[in-house]
């Protein structure tokens, strides 16, 4: 059963910078989607930006790119996610998620594996 937790959320001014991190556990395999979404108040979950850890290929949601960007430290089963020039719009609960491919894409794997609890992003403006 691979497990999530993330860390790392909290308060910040518009243009600031915050990095999110997720602790993974119960990995069996070295192919892995692993990356984050986010769900604002009111509004579905979306995704923001994955990595194949086989690879270390990085995916970006149009909305983040440019400003965001992922990483992973295999040696401590840990992804990170740096997020700079934040926006209000930024905003929300972020999830971690991990997911073997199933020939669908970063997304639609993701949306079918494991999850976090998240983790609190708020921005002010």
């Known amino acids: 059963q691979v497990q999530l937790v993330e860390s790392g959320g909290g308060s910040v001014q518009a243009g600031g910078s915050l990095r999110l991190s997720c602790v993974a556990s119960g990995y069996r395999y070295s192919n892995y989607y692993m990356g984050w979404f986010r769900q604002a108040p009111g509004k579905e979950r979306e995704e923001v930006a994955a990595?194949?850890?086989?690879?270390?290929?990085?995916y970006y949601a149009r909305s983040v790119m440019g400003r965001f960007a992922i990483s992973q430290d295999n040696a401590k089963n840990t992804l990170y996610l740096q997020m700079n020039s934040l926006k209000p719009e930024d905003t929300g609960i972020y999830y971690c998620?991990?997911?073997?491919?199933?020939?669908?894409?970063?997304?639609?794997?993701?949306?079918?594996?494991?999850w976090g609890q998240g983790t609190q992003v708020t921005v002010s403006s």
């Open positions: 990595i194949y850890t086989y690879t270390g290929s990085a």
């Open positions: 998620a991990a997911a073997r491919p199933n020939g669908d894409g970063w997304v639609r794997s993701l949306r079918d594996g494991y």
